[in-house]
């Protein structure tokens, strides 16, 4: 499985990773959505360090610029 995830996908990703946590640190989410937020935030962050979707691998998705 090679990258698959371009840098302005990479930055969407990580950029939503810190709001969402922001947003439950913070107390705008709380219980389940808090949860839900946490680990969509858990998704977005390792999915953009390491630039590979294995979600978009089975789509057949490469927003990676040749």
Do not use: E, Q
């Not at 969402?20 to 389940?32: I, K, M, N, Q």
């Not at 789509?59 to 990676?64: E, G, L, Q, S």
């Amino acid at each position: 499985m090679g990258i698959n995830v371009g840098k302005v996908d990479r930055g969407v990703r990580l950029i939503v990773a810190v709001v969402l946590v922001a947003l439950g640190v913070s107390g705008v989410l709380s219980g389940a959505f808090a949860i839900a937020g946490y680990v969509v935030a858990a998704i977005a962050l390792v999915t953009g360090l390491v630039r590979i979707c294995p979600l978009w691998s089975v789509c057949k998705i490469n927003t990676v610029k040749r």
